[in-house]
């Protein structure tokens, strides 16, 4: 079985193309599990998600396609959140949804994934970086909001790699996604970026092997051509590592199936 979990619609506004034209690529690949994972609104950084005025037609969207395609693949429901305190919102939190993704995207308010605010890398200690970022994942998984751990190692994306072994700045967050039982996205969109290397990378995925924490397949797709991205390339990935299930869900309840 192919699932891809996490990818996104004009909603965003940085995505193109179709909803439907997104579920058609998908067939066309074979994939049997297919999820919108939208940007949820926030109220902050409006310009790229969803707005909470749209959760109702992004809904309605995603529900009429699933019934219109049903007997060709399954359409899920879901919502990538940021992780940002202060900014969490109910609306979101307690939407009836098959998932929710849980994403670190800002450092306090700084868009580390944004090539606009590359400069800040340089101003700062990069040990000190990363090791803000894997607290905001720890501190993300404890709110024990969400259900999968969007593109874990994100903060590698322009390659501005730190000196410590990474595996020991992930430590906690690691022991926090073991404890929560949260799903670890194989996200192929860092194939695509600077680092040109899934997230997480192999020597943090072995980790999570070793750490028997469940993974779930996610090409992050901004655009039909990125559906199902380089598929074959990170299942290939993670049958080597020594995982052969992954995991779907539905209204929040997990299922295990083998790929
Ligand atoms: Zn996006
Ligand atoms: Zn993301």
Known sequence: MRID????TTRCNHAKGSMESYVNRA???GIDIYGFSEHAPMNFDKQYRLSFT???DYVHDVKQLKELYKDDIKILLGYEVDYLKGHMDERVLKSEVDYLIGSVHF???W???NPEFIDEYSKRNIDEIWQEYFNAIEAMVKTGNFDIVGHFDLIKIFKFMPKKDIRHIAKNAFNAIKQSGMVLELNSAGLRKPCKEIYPSASLLEVAYELDIPITFSS???AIGQVGFKYDEVQTLAK???YSKAVTFEQREKELITF
Do not use: P, Y
Request: overall charge negative; cysteine-free.
């Open 111 to 113: 868009g580390f994934d």
């Open 240 to 242: 080597k590592i020594g």
């Open 220 to 222: 992050d797709a901004h």
């Open 54 to 56: 749209e959760m109702n």
């Open 27 to 29: 067939i066309e690949l």
């Open 107 to 109: 450092l306090d308010k």
């Open 5 to 8: 979990l996490h990818n996104h």
